[in-house]
């Protein structure tokens, strides 16, 4: 099964076995199949952090598109440390379109995803790397993620603090990687919280607005915005030929902003910088690859840049993974021999080591 449809970026080559599985039982046919042929194993949701080799996937790929619906629960307690009795609780299944997932709270007036708003992919793969923009993180509304363990073949839930959530990371995509296959999500929405505008970007869209924006005001210009800059996927718009964001935005110590300054020959104020974990300094990865010469619609075979966002890498038509490699490979280069810092991407790869 060819496996380049399944993901946005449109390339790799095929899963020698694939099966959808639209319901959770049908995980214990799934995985007993592989076991006994000792294949490996791998969980597909959208394919929108995703980039697949030529060669493809020797083992089986489970397209774990698991339900469709988000179901409230009225009376549930808050997580720790957050005692908020005003909470609305909510359980949606992996298989649901997390943009669907968006518009359903936010059309209820409640806030504390309307920022996540066009994010490409499925319920499912949010907690996985813990997606964020424009201020807000999914993390921040996780009360817990269920999952079959594929070792144990148990269902086992894991709440907001087993599952180890930081920038771009979670348990799913570090220490337990490749160990869970998640069915359902338990989110968590404080019902006084008031919507989120932190970025600039946001900021300006609401900028002279005479009333507060609601959640859902705030989810249409989010995708607003995200179509202006090639992030939401847009039939025919060949700059959403991505998997997003190609690289992580590098979080470093204090000291290597005075070494990024230097050798920008800039003053360290000007170069773009928010305070994250630990004490420690998020830079921006577009700022450093511009700063390396990478500009907007930069292509290099049938690989680019997205024309409307540096960080998006993008497949001009008919690419092969070899080609995102090449391009990748020359950012990440050229932006270490320039300022010392090693960037890091985002999407997952599969099909590029014999298991994996
Ligand atoms: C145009 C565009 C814009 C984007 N913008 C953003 C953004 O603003 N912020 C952001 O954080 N990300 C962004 N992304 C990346 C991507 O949309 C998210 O990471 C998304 O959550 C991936 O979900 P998916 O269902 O497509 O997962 P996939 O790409 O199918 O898989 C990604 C990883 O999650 C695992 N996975 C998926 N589903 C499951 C499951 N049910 N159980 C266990 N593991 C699973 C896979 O094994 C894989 O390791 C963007 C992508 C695109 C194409």
């Known amino acids: 099964m060819a496996l380049a449809p399944y993901t946005t970026l449109g390339v790799g080559g095929p899963a ?31 394919g929108s952090n995703l980039l ?20 409230v629960h009225p009376a549930a307690q808050s997580y720790e440390p957050k005692l908020n009795p005003a909470t609305m609780t909510v359980t949606a299944d992996a298989g649901m379109v997390w943009d ?19 994010i490409p992919g499925l319920v499912g793969g949010s907690p996985i790397q813990n997606i964020g923009a424009y201020g807000q993180e999914v993390a921040n509304s996780i009360r817990s993620v269920t999952a079959l363990d594929i ?8 709440d907001h603090h087993a599952c180890g959530f930081a920038y771009r990371r979670s348990v799913f995509n570090t220490a337990l990687r490749n160990r869970y296959i998640v069915t359902a999500v338990e989110f968590q929405f404080d019902l006084e919280a008031r919507p989120e505008l932190a970025y600039a970007d946001l900021v300006r869209h609401f900028a002279g607005a005479s009333a507060e924006p609601t959640p859902q005001d705030i989810y249409h210009a989010v995708r607003a915005i995200r179509a202006r800059k090639g992030m939401l996927l847009v039939e025919g718009d060949s700059d959403a030929r991505s998997a997003g964001s190609f690289f992580k935005n590098p979080v470093v110590e204090e000291v290597a902003v005075a070494r990024v300054a230097h050798a920008a ?3 360290r104020a000007e170069i773009p910088h928010w305070p994250a974990e630990n004490g420690r300094l998020k830079l921006s990865a577009a700022w450093l690859m511009e700063r390396a010469g990478f500009h907007k619609g930069f292509a290099m075979g049938r690989a680019g840049l997205s024309s409307k966002h540096v960080l998006a890498i993008v497949n001009r038509g008919g690419a092969t993974a070899a080609e995102i490699v090449a391009l990748r490979d020359a950012v990440v280069r050229e932006v270490e021999g320039r300022f010392g810092i090693r960037l890091e991407q985002e999407p997952v790869m599969l099909g590029f080591t014999p298991t994996e």
């Open 151 to 158: 070792e144990t073949q148990e269902y086992v839930v894991l």
């Open 265 to 267: 020959g800039v003053p």
């Open 52 to 71: 697949v080799s030529d060669e493809g996937f020797p083992g089986l790929v489970i397209h774990a598109v698991f339900g469709a619906r988000a179901i």
């Open 100 to 118: 669907d997932f968006v518009l359903s709270i936010c059309e209820q007036g409640i806030s504390g995803v309307e920022c996540l708003a066009g």
């Open 16 to 46: 020698r076995w694939f099966a959808r599985v639209t319901r959770p039982p049908e995980l214990l046919e799934a995985l007993p199949f592989a076991r006994a042929r000792r294949l490996p194993l791998f969980v597909l949701g959208g």
